[in-house]
């Protein structure tokens, strides 16, 4: 259920999340199964963070190789997360290819064969004239790729509507505000909104994306993250013709995918403009024009095609710290989920180890590699 501000006064609940996004809604789903009162607090009618902008990959051939025993956890969850909500996420693991086009990114594909290899994943490169006939869909400049059975890909859309669906049938409560202030006494926080209203709560979780140094200030502890804004695109619907496939690059910034409908969804991190301050978002164009342009050479195809809309978001840039799911509090009553640019991978996961954490439960996975480093 959602409640807009002008309709309630004060709640109490065991945990109050702040973030509506994958990471924030799993942990609430997980936290009401096991019998908490639960409320999320997303101010996200611009639309403007992750789980609105993201392009939906669910990959682990684009991951750096320390954290591929977590993203393959990750991939794990993703499927039973479709499965939990009856397909609504759109989740597809079809496979996918890293593409490289000069001999210092075929290098880098037998050496990303190698890592993944390393951690019982299996994939397969194909060079020379066997890419046309394994891919008849990438250009002459695409020397090698890599496969990998473990990419797929869901859609952002749909899986925040389907985990909204759930978590508002499990009783949880959405309040549409944003937290302004925070006030802590007797083992319980509250959070007081922009209009003066407050949540109270037993344990908080932290799943504010990009608006996680904020938020974190407000608790004593600023948790640094850097801010990036994104550009999507999408094309008009097609035929299929990639297979279900994930496309990644060895060169770096480069995703491409077709969704069920046809539609072709275009990314990789080329930079949009924008602040939080201003909480607005805006694509560069010079950026858009470098993306499409690196799209179109390696699927030609993609060229006759009708660009229906592109737009930018935020989202957290990965950190040299990496991942993090850890109290930042004394009591361990505050938790923090950091997931970078790679949230929409990671977010079900750290969702779920939040709430088991909160819940007691066995010590979430990988619990040590990600806390907080000691001068954060």
């Not at 001999?103 to 020379?128: S, T």
């Not at 909204?164 to 949880?172: S, V, Y």
């Not at 938020?215 to 008009?236: A, C, H, Q």
Request: charged residues 20%; contains cysteine; negative net charge.
């Amino acid at each position: 259920m959602t409640i807009l501000t002008r309709e309630w006064a004060n709640v109490k609940a065991d945990v109050a999340i702040i973030g509506g996004g994958i990471a924030g809604l799993t942990a609430g789903i997980s936290l009401l199964q096991n019998g908490l009162k639960v409320a999320v607090v997303e101010d996200g009618g611009t639309r403007k963070a992750a789980s609105w902008i993201n392009a939906g990959t669910v990959a682990l051939q684009n991951k750096v190789p320390q954290i591929q025993d977590i993203c393959l956890a990750a991939i794990r969850v993703w499927a039973e997360l479709d499965q939990s909500l009856n397909g609504a996420t759109n989740y597809m693991r079809a496979g996918g290819y890293r593409v490289a086009c000069n001999d210092d990114q075929i290098e880098a594909l037998h050496q990303r064969r190698v890592e993944l290899k390393f951690h019982g994943v299996d994939c397969e490169i194909v060079e020379g004239p066997d890419v046309r006939k394994r891919t008849p869909w990438f250009s002459q400049d695409v020397r090698a790729a890599s496969y990998c059975p473990y990419d797929g890909m869901a859609s952002p859309l749909r899986t925040r509507m389907a985990l909204m669906n759930a978590f508002d049938r499990l009783g949880g409560l959405r309040i549409a505000s944003h937290v302004q202030a925070v006030e802590s006494a007797n083992m319980t926080t509250k959070l007081v909104t922009s209009d003066s209203h407050a949540v109270e709560a037993n344990y908080v979780i932290i799943a504010a994306g990009a608006w996680n140094t904020e938020v974190s200030r407000m608790f004593g502890r600023p948790v640094p993250t850097d801010l990036k804004v994104n550009i999507l695109s999408v094309t008009e619907r097609t035929s299929q013709f990639m297979k279900g496939s994930v496309t990644t690059h060895a060169g770096g910034k480069f995703t491409l995918k077709q969704f069920a409908n046809g539609s072709c969804i275009l990314g990789g991190g080329y930079s949009g403009v924008g602040s939080l301050e201003s909480n607005a978002a805006d694509i560069d164009v010079h950026e858009l024009q470098k993306n499409l342009q690196a799209q179109c050479e390696v699927v030609p195809d993609l060229e006759s095609l009708l660009l229906v809309r592109s737009w930018a978001g935020f989202s957290e840039t990965a950190f040299s710290y990496g991942p993090v799911l850890d109290s930042i509090d004394d009591n361990a009553r505050v938790w923090i989920i950091l997931t970078g640019d790679i949230g929409f991978t990671l977010g079900p996961l750290f969702g779920r180890m939040a709430a088991d954490a909160i819940c007691g439960h066995a010590t979430p996975m990988f619990k040590n590699s990600l806390r907080l480093p000691e001068n954060v």
